[in-house]
């Protein structure tokens, strides 16, 4: 299984960027999806989450400029962020708990970082 994140850059405050991470492999189900970030010095944070039915996630400090959404169909998942703001500089990774083809439990599974920088 794997996780292929993309969409990150360099923006200005109050840019947008969409980020979208699909993952592939022998995968039965995909119960959620989520993107977390991990700032210098800082500890990975959950950004959102979504679960396969569409019940979302958010943290307190990008809700209402972010939105988190996923096609189930193509296994990905999408970030929209809006409104950027300095402090959402970090490396953004999806995260999906998924039941792999031939398993009986859920596993969790990594994308690679994509770099967010948002700098004037």
């Known amino acids: 299984v794997q996780l292929q994140a993309s969409g990150g850059g360099l923006v200005q405050p109050g840019e947008s960027l969409r980020l979208s991470c699909a993952a592939s492999?022998?995968?039965?189900?995909?119960?959620?999806m989520g993107w977390y970030r991990q700032a210098p010095g800082k500890q990975r944070e959950l950004v959102a989450a979504?679960?396969?039915?569409?019940?979302?996630n958010y943290a307190d400090s990008v809700k209402g400029r972010f939105t988190i959404s996923r096609d189930n169909a193509k296994n990905t998942v999408y970030l929209q962020m809006n409104s950027l703001k300095p402090e959402d500089t970090a490396v953004y990774f999806c995260?999906?708990?998924?039941?792999?083809?031939?398993?009986?439990?859920?596993?969790?599974?990594w994308g690679q970082g994509t770099l967010v920088t948002v700098s004037s």
């Open positions: 979504i679960t396969s039915g569409g019940s979302t």
């Open positions: 995260n999906a708990v998924l039941k792999r083809l031939g398993y009986k439990s859920d596993s969790d599974y």
């Open positions: 492999g022998s995968i039965f189900s995909i119960n959620i």
